[in-house]
């Protein structure tokens, strides 16, 4: 082979990889997004990162020409290593990634021989391949969804017994749906979507794999970023329970104000065989005319009484059919009691005794990453890592005062909030905390601005991968360590 060919066969093939590396850093953000390419180009936290790992290096191989490869090799190529090494949240390569890279690589191949062969391009192309992946992969996706959620709902018909309990809300619905499933597993065959599956695409998949054909209640969590979300969840698994937790302004920034987040939490009643609609008290009742529908209305939220919370659990009151009935658990956190109150409602509707119930809410076992208490090294650790509100984070901050020894916050502060809201945090946290550990630059410079008190110790990492480190110099036996929220680092 003489050079001119070598040559030729090493431009090829750095051509192919660069498309490769702008293709992987492209369908990790699209997976972070939900395969959004919107919300990857408007509502992205980084945004400068799609300048430096896919603009400016597609600028420079177009004007780099045939020293393009330094550029990559030496410069491109070693900083995507390095980001990809220090991301907490990498690309998981589903099937839908791998036919991505399967397209992309395809077009790249298609693209490059016919060049080869006509002898007509100065420089192989680039965007023209993603782009085309882009248009055809997502075609490709939307029938394949289409064939999944057509299965599913034939799956669902097939299982007409069944009774589908679908829960929303701002806050709390991963907590409502796991109490719920362990209380009502005391009599019924209960599924619930696992983790914090709760988007449309993630409950077809989750219906097709998983979903058992001897189960009697299957429990849904229907999350939303827009509207119309919501609707497309109750439409495919058309419920007959229907909850709307606790109303606030997480995923703010995308749905503007208060009034759309209630206005698509409340298309959850777009099912056709709802019978009950279990609203939370944050929510106006005359927000929906409940005279006009054909289900029964419930409220609750503000039922419980003589509340009781602290580092070993808590305890309330609720009224049942005319009597004072007292209910303890393990579980940490005031707001505890309005997660339970709907889940006691909802339990002794679907004929759990009083009784049964009592025992179950004494027995729950936490969510983890929400104020789940371990004890480790002498410490006190409470991981409230997946707790991205206002009231649970100044709950949280309440437990934590409680304790006699040093107090520790990990937190990057709210995300998909409000500044007033995180100044309000950081006037919390400057009362309280001894130590405090900002992590992420979503939020640093605001509460490098804002925490102001001389009593506490204050570090700011960019990314948490010092962490530990920080942690082992930082704190001793007897602290009590608080890890509030926990956003990955793209945020």
């Known amino acids: 082979m003489d050079f001119e060919a070598m040559l030729k066969v090493f431009e090829f093939s750095t051509h192919l990889l660069f498309i490769t590396t702008l293709?992987?850093?492209?369908?990790?953000?699209?997976?972070?997004?939900?395969?959004?390419?919107e919300r990857v180009v408007t509502k992205h936290h980084k945004s400068w990162w799609h300048f430096t790992y896919f603009l400016f290096p597609i600028l420079i191989y177009l004007i780099g020409g045939e020293f393009f490869w330094i550029f990559f090799y030496f410069a491109y190529l070693p900083s995507l290593i390095i980001w990809w090494k220090k991301l907490d949240r990498r690309v998981v390569f589903t099937w839908r990634v791998r036919r991505f890279f399967f397209l992309l690589i395809s077009l790249t191949l298609f693209q490059n021989f016919i060049c080869l062969i006509k002898e007509s391009c100065a420089t192989y192309g680039v965007l023209m391949p993603i782009l085309m992946t882009l248009i055809g992969s997502t075609l490709f996706e939307k029938f394949i969804f289409f064939s999944y959620y057509r299965q599913a709902k034939k799956r669902l018909k097939e299982m007409g017994k069944m009774r589908v309990i679908a829960i929303t809300g701002s806050y709390g619905k991963t907590s409502i749906k796991n109490f719920l499933s362990q209380v009502l597993s005391r009599k019924y065959r209960v599924y619930a979507t696992p983790k914090s599956v709760?988007?449309?695409?993630?409950?077809?998949k989750d219906i097709n794999d998983n979903l058992d054909n001897g189960t009697e209640i299957y429990i849904v969590?229907?999350?939303?970023?827009?509207?119309?979300?919501?609707?497309?969840i109750a439409g495919l698994v058309q419920e007959q329970i229907a909850i709307v937790g606790r109303i606030g302004e997480q995923h703010i920034e995308y749905f503007k104000t208060i009034d759309k987040i209630i206005e698509t939490k409340l298309e959850i009643v777009n099912s056709?065989?709802?019978?009950?609609?279990?609203?939370?008290?944050?929510?106006?009742?005359?927000?929906?005319?409940?005279?006009?529908?054909?289900?029964?209305?419930?409220?609750?939220?503000?039922?419980?009484s003589y509340i009781k919370s602290d580092l070993e659990g808590t305890s309330f009151?609720?009224?049942?059919?005319?009597?004072?009935?007292?209910?303890?658990?393990?579980l940490l956190g005031k707001f505890q009691s309005e997660n339970l109150e709907v889940v006691i409602?909802?339990?002794l509707d679907l004929g759990i005794t009083v009784d049964e119930v009592k025992s179950a809410i004494a027995n729950l076992k936490p969510v983890p990453h929400r104020l789940e208490k371990i004890k480790a090294g002498g410490k006190i650790i409470i991981d409230d890592g997946y707790n991205g509100n206002i009231d649970g984070m100044l709950e949280a901050f309440r437990l934590i005062e409680s304790?006699?020894?040093?107090?520790?916050?990990?937190?990057?502060?709210?995300?998909?909030?409000s500044d007033d809201l995180n100044e309000r945090v950081a006037f919390e946290i400057d009362d309280i905390f001894d130590v405090v550990i900002i992590t992420g630059s979503l939020n640093r410079d605001f509460f490098k601005r804002k925490l102001v008190s001389?009593?506490?110790?204050?570090?700011?990492?960019?990314?948490?991968?010092?962490?530990?480190?920080?942690?082992?110099k930082q704190t001793q036996s007897g602290d009590i360590i608080l890890f509030a929220n926990d956003a990955p680092n793209f945020i």
């Open 23 to 37: 293709g992987f850093y492209l369908i990790t953000n699209l997976q972070w997004y939900h395969y959004k390419i």
């Open 198 to 204: 709760n988007t449309i695409e993630g409950i077809v």
């Open 221 to 232: 969590e229907a999350g939303a970023r827009e509207q119309g979300d919501i609707e497309k």
């Open 272 to 304: 056709k065989n709802i019978e009950d609609l279990y609203l939370h008290s944050s929510i106006n009742r005359e927000r929906i005319k409940i005279n006009d529908l054909p289900f029964k209305f419930h409220q609750f939220g503000d039922g419980a």
């Open 317 to 330: 009151k609720l009224e049942i059919d005319e009597n004072i009935e007292e209910f303890q658990t393990n």
């Open 345 to 347: 409602k909802v339990a």
């Open 403 to 417: 304790h006699e020894g040093r107090k520790v916050v990990v937190t990057p502060g709210l995300v998909e909030s």
């Open 454 to 472: 001389t009593k506490s110790a204050r570090i700011f990492l960019d990314d948490k991968s010092k962490l530990e480190d920080v942690l082992m």
